[in-house]
């Protein structure tokens, strides 16, 4: 298993939702609930310590490859995040997104915390600092009103372009 201990937080959203913690994680971990608030992107999780995890895009192609650090059901899931683009993880390092649910009040506090193995720039974290709000957001109101609305997030530019620096092919994205 991936040793993760010294990785660097560098992206933290902390978002308040009117739900149980056991409803928060089944939509963190269940593709029925993923495809509604990750735009049509399906989670998929062996549920256990080094289980696979692999994020479908709409047409059912693997997006995202990982391994589960952290199974702690409902309180935290810290999964490793490879993006499925050419020389990404060499360029880059290694990526892990963490979940923590805790009771507070009438509410659940969910912080999604986004790690690094080394320190990236800015225009680099960019795309996931733009997408992970929209994505939060859409969970959050797929909980609490039933309905996750279509969320309209720009092409992350200043990513693609940091990216195609540092030597990644980035299928489909802008020039």
Do not use: C
Not at 100 to 119: D, N, S
Not at 133 to 158: H, N
């Amino acid at each position: 298993m991936t040793d993760v201990s010294g990785w660097v937080p560098q992206t933290v959203y902390t978002i308040y939702i009117a739900a149980p913690a056991e409803r928060v994680w089944q939509a963190l971990t269940s593709a029925e609930f993923s495809r509604d608030y990750f735009s049509g992107f399906a989670i998929e999780i062996e549920p256990r310590v080094g289980g696979a995890l692999r994020l479908l895009a709409p047409d059912g192609t693997p997006h995202i490859t990982g391994e589960v650090i952290t199974w702690d059901p409902p309180h935290k899931l810290s999964i490793t995040w490879n993006v499925g683009w050419p020389s990404l993880v060499e360029a880059l390092g290694g990526t892990v997104v963490s979940y923590t649910i805790e009771q507070a009040g009438e509410a659940v506090k969910l912080t999604m915390t986004e790690a690094h193995e080394r320190p990236l720039d800015d225009d680099i974290l960019s795309g996931g600092r733009q997408g992970w709000p929209a994505i939060l957001s859409s969970l959050k109101s797929l909980l609490e009103t039933g309905r996750a609305p279509r969320i309209a997030v720009q092409p992350p530019v200043k990513m693609i372009a940091a990216l195609r620096r540092a030597g990644v092919t980035v299928p489909g994205g802008p020039e």
